[in-house]
């Protein structure tokens, strides 16, 4: 296993593989997401064509098993942006940490934290001052959620991170068995960096 951080033509060639990943682990509670390449690779063009774009690959050989994308909040989709309306916080100063996604036999070993510290280590090199994130909101009532199932927001708490009352961000997307897409809470966390 190695940890890589990677921008520029490295991060561009691994995007397909990113896309593959977010469909796979993004199907599991709490996203539920029936995800296609096509879509897949339209939201995924913007960190090729970014300059604070970031992806953090966490490799078993050559093999992409996980990956944590970040990049300027400015640079990301507007849906992201306008939850911060209202409050008195400069986007311009926000790192967005994106997505991480890392397949089941491979969590539990540190790899979460790492997929962190180089997003913020790259967000401090910037210049950003913050770092932020959002998690989608669903019901504790949710009829597909596992038994078992155990948020993560004692491993953001941790690394500093806390909620922003309000900033909550509306996206859509299809959820498994759904027939069409739905719009999603997501809560946005933020950190000083």
């Not at 397949?103 to 913020?120: N, T």
């Amino acid at each position: 296993m190695h940890i890589e951080a990677l921008s520029g033509q490295k991060l561009v060639d691994s995007l397909e593989d990113v896309a593959r990943l977010r469909i796979e682990v993004f199907r599991d509670w709490p996203y539920l997401y029936d995800g296609d390449l096509k879509y897949e690779h339209e939201y995924l063009k913007s960190y090729a064509e970014s300059a604070s774009a970031i992806l953090v690959g966490a490799f078993d050989g050559d093999k992409l098993v996980g990956g944590s994308t970040g990049m300027a909040l400015l640079e990301h989709a507007d849906d992201f942006s306008a939850a911060f309306e209202g409050t008195d916080l400069d986007l311009g100063t926000i790192f967005y940490c994106a997505e991480s996604v890392l397949l089941p036999q491979y969590r539990g070993q540190g790899i979460g934290h790492r997929f962190f510290d180089l997003r913020e280590e790259h967000a401090r090199e910037l210049g950003f001052s913050k770092c932020a994130f959002c998690g989608v909101v669903r019901p504790k009532d949710h009829p597909a959620r596992p038994a078992d199932y155990r948020p993560l927001d004692g491993f953001w708490t941790k690394r500093g991170y806390h909620q922003l009352p309000g900033v909550v961000a509306q996206f859509s997307w299809k959820d498994l068995g759904d027939e069409a897409e739905s719009p999603k809470n997501l809560q946005f966390w933020i950190r000083d960096l």
